[in-house]
């Protein structure tokens, strides 16, 4: 299981274990790319599949988690590589980028965990 693997440094991950052998659970809030890249490890004859994950929500983790289990049956690796940034003067940070930038990439990586 790969947070943010639909592109990127997840998405190298998540063909990189693919040529090691492993099964790819692919997640990410990209629909499209989570197919594309999906398709890509397939080529390389393992088992894959998108997941819709938003790291940022309980619910959406738990849901997609569920789902990954019923395809896989287990997890054995995690991935948490979710993440986002927003590149702006401290002074003109807006308060939506600093909450989506903590949420994503802190309270994510707990729920995730």
């Not at 998108?50 to 849901?63: I, P, W």
């Amino acid at each position: 299981m790969i947070t943010g693997s639909t592109r990127g440094l997840g998405e190298v991950a998540a063909i990189a274990l693919a040529k090691a052998g492993a099964n790819v659970a692919v997640c990410g809030r990209s629909r499209t790319d989570l197919q594309r890249v999906s398709a890509t490890i397939k080529d390389l004859d393992r088992d894959s599949d998108g997941f819709f994950l938003d790291v940022a929500s309980k619910e959406s983790v738990h849901q997609g988690v569920k789902q990954i289990l019923k395809h896989f049956d287990k997890i054995d690796i995690l991935v948490n590589n979710a993440g986002v940034n927003h590149r702006e003067p401290v002074m003109d940070y807006p308060e939506a980028a600093w909450d989506l930038v903590i949420n994503t990439n802190l309270k994510g990586y707990f729920l995730v965990a």
